[in-house]
């Protein structure tokens, strides 16, 4: 069994200095991971990353993350990924890592994903360019998100997603912004390659348990829905 930490949106300002420290104070003693899926940061400023690391600094566990919308508000999210990986941070942005906890193998695939709605309400690139680069974006995301994974020879495989790959996980927001909170392409790459679970964040008042149409597990896990820092995953294979 792997223990997993995971949140999302944590948007962390600079007044916030000192709160993150004392949340994750006791999360290398309760977790294997800790997986933070996007909005590190409360306007993608490089000076909040860096704080945020200091506070992270107490973690001693691996810690995996992924960017979101919000890391990437002010055009600086090369400077936040170097900064979280000059502070041991592993930032996944289409990559795949691979941790041997116990004598088990865990893949770990991430990318940020993206837009473009669910099921048969799927947005279709049809018409004008703007609707057509607006799903290459998408198309493309989940393109790495399948590259990551099809690497990944390991006992148990877990995704972070910033955008949600299903609908499910999403009710409690506004039906009007579906589309712009996730994309069920994202869950064909996960369903494909045998994914034991998959997180994300981004939809603060959405559900945190949901599911592919292929069965793999999928948590919401923005901190507005756990309503903590962090919650633990217990990852047993096989769907667990």
Same mark, same amino acid.
């Given at each position: 069994m792997i223990r997993v930490a995971a949140v999302g949106d944590i948007h962390f300002r600079e007044s916030f200095r000192g709160g993150v420290r004392a949340a994750f104070r006791t999360v290398s003693r309760e977790a294997d991971l800790l997986t933070i899926a996007g909005d590190l940061t409360g306007i993608g400023r490089p000076e909040e990353a860096l704080i945020l690391c200091r506070e992270l600094s107490i973690v001693s566990i691996p810690t995996v993350v992924v960017l979101g919308n919000h890391d990437y508000h002010s055009d600086c999210e090369e400077d936040i990924k170097s900064i979280l990986k000059d502070s041991g941070v592993i930032v996944l942005d289409g990559d795949a890592y691979k941790l041997e906890i #116990? =004598?088990? @193998? &865990?893949? &770990?695939?991430?990318?940020?994903?993206?837009?473009?709605?669910?099921?048969? #309400?799927?947005?279709?690139?049809?018409?004008?360019?703007?609707?057509?680069?607006? %799903?290459?974006? $998408?198309? /493309?995301?989940? !393109? *790495? &998100?399948? #590259?990551?994974?099809?690497? %990944? *020879?390991?006992? /148990? *495989?877990?995704?972070?997603?910033? +955008? @949600?790959?299903? $609908? !499910?996980? %999403?009710?409690? *927001? @506004?039906?009007?912004? +579906?589309?712009? %909170? =996730?994309? @069920? /392409? &994202?869950?064909?790459?996960? !369903? #494909? +390659?045998?994914?034991?679970?998959? $997180?994300? =964040?981004?939809?603060?008042? =959405?559900?945190?348990?949901g599911r592919t149409d292929g069965g793999v597990p999928v948590r919401n896990v923005a901190m507005q829905v756990l309503r903590r820092y962090y919650t633990i995953y217990d990852l047993v294979g096989a769907g667990g």
């Open positions: #116990r =004598g088990t @193998s &865990l893949g &770990l695939a991430g990318t940020k994903g993206f837009c473009g709605g669910f099921g048969i #309400r799927q947005i279709t690139p049809f018409g004008e360019i703007g609707i057509k680069d607006f %799903l290459k974006h $998408v198309e /493309m995301e989940t !393109d *790495k &998100l399948d #590259r990551a994974l099809s690497s %990944l *020879k390991t006992d /148990m *495989k877990l995704v972070i997603l910033h +955008y @949600s790959p299903v $609908v !499910d996980t %999403l009710v409690g *927001k @506004s039906m009007e912004l +579906y589309p712009f %909170l =996730g994309c @069920s /392409m &994202l869950s064909i790459p996960i !369903d #494909r +390659y045998g994914t034991d679970l998959a $997180v994300h =964040g981004h939809a603060h008042h =959405g559900m945190e348990i």
